[in-house]
């Protein structure tokens, strides 16, 4: 600790799943002086071990926390991502790629989709996943990472699918080097100041007693403190985001080749997912428990899931939606225990990882907690979490599927006006409404409408200004060259197996 | 199926100061098929969008896009570089009784260094004492250096060199500026009628169908750009037009110019608080240009004892947006749309970006109302973010005294708290400057920033780093940049015309 610097804060962490470590570690790693970070875990309550698809921004944590990207990869066994591949969303039949990149280049001030809507009626154009990179290279099972300059080669992103029973430990690791104390054991008591209601200490089960400053509630679904102690008001979504349920089972490999991407496939009451890990595959079905039973959900997926499976489908409860708070009191809550979203757009830990960065900017000077601090730290998770649901709720509603009570209902719902707005704009006149912060941008909402069949009625006049042959030309040209970099690509596969310390030890 | 809309067939942009003349120029290149006609009409003297000399980078962008080089400005319409601002006195005085001043950089180069211990104790730009007195060889941001030697210069080069992440606005001669524009756009096809507007003939859908000039006829048109001024000549003919008042958020009603002076030369311009009100001194390769701000019940005596003489021009100020500068199929832009004090000299930027988003969003035929809507939102972010960003000087030790307690959005009060106590700057969308640009204004403006947690837990060590990498990159910057007035007198000289 240097002059200056406040007493460090007891910061208690209760919890050691995927957040809790990850908060732990990055608390510990980034406020040293500052923060003494204790973390409580149970094994005998366990964690959820599910959560094996991330975003982009995942690498930032990995990297400001300055984890060797290759270790980090080998003690997860990681894959790398490109996107996910979205099948019967639409209708069934269809499928698109929803990347981490964007589509051509705007040309002339005109967003690019202007021109390939233009060719598309002109029956000129191909799919417009054709004109991306990442979709290009995810499709013919190839990967690089992007090279770092402005050229083409660099216009895409990627993420990991890493085990998670296996990223938690390793952020315990992490956690525990870089300072992090440790605690075993199932907290059964929670005491609180008489006066302000604050949280002073928790009590375990053997009747240790662990007091705290602050306390971050990474319990899982339980969310002993956000939720059983404080009762923070929940708000639920299940009316825009009918899942609650899912139906996790992992598979051996059927083949040699390993997908850099996630594959989420629609199911008659929800959908399920396909995750490439090193050595074996995530699957999974979400759905929604007022239409289809359990025992129904556990047939599908173990029916759906190709190869061998490597252990019996475990169901998953859940609810949509988040506490109204985060942050109450000295309370903070990050990962499941502050909400749910379900993991269509793999945007859990993204979730967990905002938090933390808003904790770590918005970190309490003092033992007394600023309330100007804790309304910052609401107003942006509650940013966050909108701006995905609004997203995850397109991928239901932007349907034609009729063919199940669920669709229908999905199809028919009745939409929060933030995202029935949005798509009137581009239902009318192929434009996204434009925001920079929190997750999502124009691509990703392109990818989807159009990905899903639904076609502005009208399109910017300027596309159809050159002669069509002559944007056929250049569209024509940005595949050429996008095939071409991607022929130069190895496949997925030979890209890890080269890489050798970023592969686990055989099993 | 998505089918193209039928793309505009003739457009008219009323105005044809500097902003007009560049809206009619950038639709022409948008939509080469369409007729684009500007119509003279007299722009009114308080446009300030059309009579400001200089923008912010963001312009300089615009222009690159729309085929203006920089060299063009230099050599035909008296352009220079600006590399900072200065602020003198807004932060109030020292304990030493010493006048607190700083100076504010643009671009992003700044954000490394502004959030670590040595920025905000040596980089953040705001000092006191003596200018150009400070406790280091190395004080301030990169540009604020080269601005207090005089050293600057655009060096041609593919890569990097130490100049390369000091961003700079352009100042210029409007009038020769405009001349240029007015040039360009004939070459491009756009057709020019002089003459006033005497009548307007609506459309039946909120919107026009046509106009009269006196002694040209009737014009019809599919849409009309509305660049007159405060008096928003077309805007004003759709419907009773909506405003949002300013009054309680800004405290200036009156600016008063004095003759401009003879030229300097100089990378750097200011503004200080006088007796009353505020003075912005613009320097400028044809004069230097003073121009005082000043809220109500300045008299004119006191006026002149500032300015050393009566001013050449005074005009007023009513700040204020209007709430849907897109209405029916007329857009509104610069001072038809929002008025405010040329403070920080956002006036002429926010109508380039104004006018940016009308070319991104540029309708067909028949306007959708969808679209219009999510231009008038975006507008109304741009202006609201323009309210803030003047709010925030206002919010400064010495003009807060000043100017007395002014209304705040939330937005503000959120920034100004968060900034103060925890060093960090909440987002918002549609601002006019970036957040490292908003934490070197607050440090210029002498409103201190509290250190991030960030910076709390790195320690000494880091701070040292930063400090030497700074002086490197200072040092690096000195030795490739020569005297800026050298370098502009060579680089006119070998490009002369002909
Ligand atoms: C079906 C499903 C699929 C998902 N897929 C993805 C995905 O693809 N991508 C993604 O980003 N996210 C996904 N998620 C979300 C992701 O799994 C979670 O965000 C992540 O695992 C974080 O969980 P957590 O740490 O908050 O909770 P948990 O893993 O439940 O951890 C809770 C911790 O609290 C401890 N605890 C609880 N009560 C007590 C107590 N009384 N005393 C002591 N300790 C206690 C537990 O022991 C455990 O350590 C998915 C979630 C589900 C349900």
């Known amino acids: ?507 | 199926m998505s089918n193209p809309r039928a793309p505009l067939r003739r457009i008219v942009v009323a105005g044809d100061g500097q902003l007009g003349s560049l809206a009619a120029l950038a639709i022409k290149q948008a939509l080469p098929f369409a007729e684009v006609i500007i119509i003279g009409t007299p722009v009114d003297n308080g446009a300030l969008a059309d009579r400001s000399p200089t923008a912010l980078p963001f312009t300089n962008r615009f222009h690159d896009r729309l085929g203006l080089q920089e060299e063009l400005l230099l050599l035909r319409a008296g352009g220079c570089h600006r590399l900072v601002l200065r602020y003198i006195g807004w932060g109030g005085h020292d304990g030493s009784g010493a006048v607190q001043h700083g100076a504010m950089p643009y671009g992003l180069s700044n954000d490394a260094s502004l959030k670590t211990r040595f920025a905000q104790e040596w980089g953040g730009g705001s000092r006191s004492g003596t200018e150009g007195q400070s406790g280091s060889q190395f004080a301030g941001s990169v540009a604020e250096i080269l601005a207090g030697r005089g050293q600057f210069a655009i060096l041609p080069s593919e890569t990097p060199t130490p100049l390369s992440d000091v961003d700079y606005a352009l100042r210029w001669n409007p009038a020769a500026y405009r001349d240029l524009i007015i040039e360009r756009a004939a070459a491009a096809g756009v057709r020019h009628i002089a003459g006033e507007i005497s009548d307007t003939v609506p459309d039946g859908q909120g919107g026009l169908s046509a106009l009269t000039i006196a002694g040209a006829g009737t014009i019809e048109a599919d849409f009309f750009v509305d660049c007159t001024g405060p008096s928003a000549a077309l805007l004003s003919r759709t419907a009773p037009v909506k405003r949002d008042d300013w009054q309680e958020y800004l405290p200036i009603r009156q600016l008063a110019f004095a003759q401009p002076v003879k030229p300097v030369l100089s990378l750097e311009d200011r503004v200080s608080l006088p007796q009353h009100g505020w003075l912005n001194e613009l320097a400028g390769r044809d004069a230097l240009q003073l121009m005082l701000a000043l809220p109500d019940g300045v008299s004119d005596g006191q006026i002149m004892d500032m300015l050393g003489q009566p001013p050449a021009e005074s005009i007023s100020l009513n700040p204020g947006a209007v709430c849907e500068p897109w209405t029916g199929n007329v857009a509104a832009l610069g001072d038809a749309a929002a008025q405010f004090e040329p403070l920080g000299f956002l006036n002429l930027d926010l109508a380039h970006r104004q006018l940016e988003l009308l070319l991104e969003m540029l309708p067909g035929q028949v306007v959708d109302p969808r679209e219009r809507d999510e231009y008038n939102r975006r507008a109304g972010l741009m202006a609201a973010g323009v309210r803030d960003v003047l709010g925030l000087h206002y919010a400064a030790p010495a003009a807060a005294e000043r100017f007395g307690p002014l209304k705040q959005s939330a937005h503000l009060k959120r920034v100004l708290d968060q900034s103060s106590r925890r060093g960090r700057i909440p987002f918002s969308e549609e601002l006019p400057l970036a957040n490292q640009e908003l934490s070197a204004l607050l440090a210029a403006l002498g409103m201190g920033s509290g250190l991030t947690p960030l910076a709390l837990a790195e320690g000494n060590d880091a701070a040292e780093k930063s400090r030497a990498a700074f002086e490197a990159k200072a040092q690096a910057a000195l030795s490739a940049a020569p005297p800026y007035g050298e370098w502009l007198g060579r680089f006119l000289q070998s490009n002369q015309p002909g």
């Open chain 1, 1 to 507: 600790m240097s002059i200056g610097q406040p007493k460090p804060l007891r910061v208690v962490v209760l919890g050691g799943g995927t957040a809790g470590w990850m908060t732990a570690a990055g608390v510990a790693k980034l406020l040293p002086g500052l923060a003494d970070v204790h973390l409580i875990e149970s094994k005998d309550i366990g964690i959820v071990g599910v959560g094996e698809a991330t975003l982009p921004h995942i690498r930032g944590f990995v990297e400001r926390l300055g984890i060797d990207e290759a270790a980090f990869m080998k003690a997860t066994h990681a894959t790398y991502k490109l996107g996910i591949d979205f099948r019967d969303f639409g209708s069934i039949g269809t499928s698109y790629i929803h990347p981490f990149g964007s589509f051509g280049e705007e040309v002339n001030g005109v967003g690019f989709h202007h021109y390939w809507l233009e060719l598309q009626r002109q029956g000129m154009a191909g799919p417009i996943g054709d004109y991306s990179l990442a979709v290009q290279a995810a499709q013919a099972n190839r990967f690089v990472p992007p090279v770092q300059d402005t050229s083409l080669a660099s216009s895409y992103g990627y993420a990991y699918q890493f085990d998670a029973t296996l990223f938690g430990p390793f952020m315990r690791e992490f956690g525990v080097t870089n300072g992090v104390r440790r605690t075993e054991g199932r907290v059964t008591g929670v005491e609180r100041d008489a006066e302000t209601g604050d949280v002073s200490a928790l009590t375990l089960e053997s009747g240790e007693r662990i007091e705290g400053d602050l306390f971050v509630d990474c319990s899982g679904f339980r969310s002993l403190l956000l939720g059983d102690t404080l009762d923070e008001e929940w708000e639920d979504w299940t009316h825009w985001l009918p899942c609650d349920r899912a139906a996790a089972m992992p598979c051996a490999h059927t083949s040699d080749e390993i997908a850099p991407y996630t594959t989420a496939t629609a199911m008659p009451a929800g959908w399920r997912w396909r995750i490439p890990l090193q050595h074996r595959i995530g699957n999974g079905y979400v759905f929604a428990s007022s239409f289809i039973s359990e025992d129904e959900a556990c047939d599908a997926i173990a029916k759906a899931a190709e190869g061998t499976q490597l252990a019996d489908p475990r169901v998953l409860r859940f609810r949509p939606g988040r506490r109204k708070k985060s942050w109450s009191h000295n309370v903070i809550g990050v990962g499941l225990a502050s909400g749910f979203l379900e993991p269509l757009e793999s945007t859990s830990i993204y979730l967990a990882q905002m938090a933390i960065t808003y904790l770590i900017e918005l970190f309490p000077d003092g033992p007394q907690i600023d309330p100007r601090d804790r309304d910052e730290f609401n107003r942006l998770v509650d940013m966050e979490y909108d701006r995905v649901r609004d997203f995850l709720i397109l991928h239901y509603n932007a349907t034609t599927r009729d063919d199940s009570e669920f669709w229908n209902h999905v199809r028919t719902m009745e939409l929060p006006d933030s995202l029935s707005g949005k798509m009137e704009l581009w239902r009318d006149a192929g434009r996204i409404e434009k925001y920079s912060d929190g997750l999502f941008y124009d691509a990703s909402w392109i990818a989807v409408y159009l990905g899903q069949g639904v076609l502005p009625q009208h399109h910017d006049p300027r596309a159809a200004l050159p002669k069509p042959q002559q944007v056929a030309g250049a569209l024509s040209q940005l595949q050429k060259t996008i095939g071409d970099i991607v022929t130069g690509m190895p496949s997925h596969t030979e890209y890890l197996h080269r890489q050798t310390a970023r592969m686990a030890d055989p099993l």
